[in-house]
Structure formats: C-alpha cells, structure tokens
C-alpha cells in the first residue's frame, strides 16, 4: 500500500510539473489577439455607445453587458494580471461592469490585486468613469466596489470623500433598487460590496457565480461547467434579478491568462452557437476579453 501511495504521489506531482510548464509556456508566449483572447495593448475594434439602442423602459436586470474581472489588474506578473487595455479602451470597447477592489489605508484608496498595488487609485477611476459617461450620456457603467489587502471594514466615508473630490454626487444612481435603462443613463452604478448607508445597489443581492478557484489547467472543464450552468440559469431565471457570471479564474498552477485563453474560447462557442437569438445573460465577466467577443456578448440584447 505504502509503495501504490508513492507512485500515485510521484505520478501526480509529475502531472501537476507538466501544467505548471504548460501554464509557462503560455505566459511566455508573445502577444495575442484573436476574436475571444486579446492580451494586447488595445482592441481590434471599439463599440462605444452600444446602450443608446436599448429601450429607456428596460429594467438594467434585462440586460446582457460583457465585463472585466479586476479591470485595474495590470501589473504584477503573470499570477495578478488580468487585463491589458487602460480603463478608458474598455469602456469605448463595450465593458460596462468594472470589478474594482480598494485597498483603504489612512483615507486613502488604492487599486490592489491581493497584495499587488496597481499604481493607481479610486479617483482615477472615477475620472475616467465620469469623462467617459459625460461624452457617451446614453450609456451606463456598473461597478463593484470591495476592499482588497486591508481589513478596516469601513471604507465608506473615504468612498463618499472620492466621488465628491473626483466626480460628482448626482453622478451616482443612489438606490438599491434596480434601475431601468433610461434611469441609469449617464449614471455610475456601484454595485456596493461594503458596508454603510445606500451608496447604490447591493453586490449581495444578485445572482453570483464566482467559481475562480482553478487549480490546475486540468480544473478548466470544472471551471467552465460553472459559467455554463450560470448563463443558462440567466437565461430563464428571475428578470428582476440581475444575473453575473464570472468566467474567470485562476491558482498556483492556472494563471489569468490561461485559464482565459481556454475559458473565453468555449464562451466564444457557446456564443457563436446561439447567435440571433435574443436572450438575457446578465453580466458575463471575463480576463482579457477580446473585441469580437465583447461585441457578441452586446449582440444578444
């Protein structure tokens, strides 16, 4: 028994080397840009006012919109990046959830990635968030707000200081109930994951699937299932609930990105097999998304 216990041992960790390796050969690869993967420094395209063709009386539940998971994820390596296009390309692209996780020390709030500083802070954010809604007043951004690599649990005060000093009040949708999309035109939408008074709509209150631990790259079909299972659920599901998938992931042997050249390409697929239909499938948010896919996503309202 001792010596099956070894050998089962040897083999895993010889199986779990060649991931690792697969996973570095991946990360070492040069740029890529193809219709469901863009790691490049810009899309292929942009879609900048694709929200202006959507019914002002449509509930913001019912609408299918592509995002970014940690969309500051910069810098760090290949085990903290998520994204490669600056805030302002993801926007004109047709990103309109931004997942923005805050590190509160002093008064201040910085964009982290677990420990990793992104080299910017909320009220860049906010900035860019405010120009971009001013010069495209048809659309809306969605944003989640949490606290990342600090623990104080209060970071509300410093929240309602950053949108005052680099935005402004009435930029906000200050509810948290849903708003239709002729409500929330010109607004940002914090989808609050904090606590404190009502700053906009609760995070805990939609329909989450957030399955990011990927251990391995032979965890992918594990991965995938869960964002498959999620969309179809949206799909027939509440539509007064909004519904958000995060079809990203990552762990010590699947980094950001190879978890998404593999996931994005069945999401591609799953896509491109329903293409035509008009179907509700929340907020689908992903790592290194390319344009083309943005756009099919965009396509199912």
């Given amino acids: 028994m001792g010596s099956y216990r070894r050998t089962v041992a040897i083999a895993w960790t010889l199986l779990e080397t ?4 697969g996973v570095l050969a991946v990360t070492c690869e040069g740029k890529v840009q ?13 879609n900048p006012s694709w929200m202006a063709s959507i019914p002002d009386s449509r509930p913001l539940s019912e609408v299918t919109l592509p995002g970014t998971h940690n969309t500051m994820a910069f810098y ?3 085990l903290t990046e998520c994204q490669s296009w600056p805030l ?3 926007l004109r692209a047709g990103v309109r959830f931004l997942d923005m996780r805050v590190r509160h ?11 990793v500083y992104q080299r910017a802070h909320l009220g860049q954010v906010l900035e860019g968030v405010a120009r971009f809604l001013q010069e495209r007043p048809t659309e809306t951004v969605l944003m989640r707000l949490k606290e990342e690599f600090s623990e104080t649990n209060d970071i509300y005060a410093a ?6 000093c680099y935005a402004n009040w009435d930029l906000l949708w200050h509810s948290r109930i849903t708003p239709t999309m002729g409500q929330a035109r010109g607004k940002l939408v914090v989808l609050q994951d904090f606590s404190g008074p009502d700053l906009g709509m609760r995070y805990g209150s939609l329909h989450i699937a957030d399955d990011w631990k990927v251990p391995t790259l032979l965890h ?11 969309l179809a659920a949206a799909a027939v599901g509440n539509s007064t609930r909004t519904y958000l998938t995060f079809a990203s992931g990552a762990g010590i042997f699947a980094y950001p990105n190879a978890v998404a050249q593999r996931i994005n390409g069945r999401l591609y697929k799953y896509l491109s097999d329903m293409a035509g239909i008009s179907k509700r499938l929340g907020i689908i948010t992903m790592d290194f998304p390319a344009a083309p896919l943005l756009k099919m996503i965009i396509d199912f309202n």
Avoid at 35 to 46: I, N, Q, R, V, W
Avoid at 159 to 164: G, K, Q, R
């Fill in 105 to 115: 020390v002093k008064g201040n709030l910085t964009i982290h990635h677990g420990v």
């Fill in 88 to 90: 302002d390309l993801q």
């Fill in 220 to 230: 992918v079909s594990e991965k995938w299932q869960s964002v498959h299972e999620h």
């Fill in 159 to 164: 929240v309602v200081d950053y949108v005052h």
């Fill in 34 to 46: 193809r219709p469901e993967y863009d790691d490049t420094g810009a899309p292929e395209f942009l």
């Fill in 76 to 78: 760090g390596g290949a």
């Fill in 18 to 21: 060649m991931v690792f390796l």
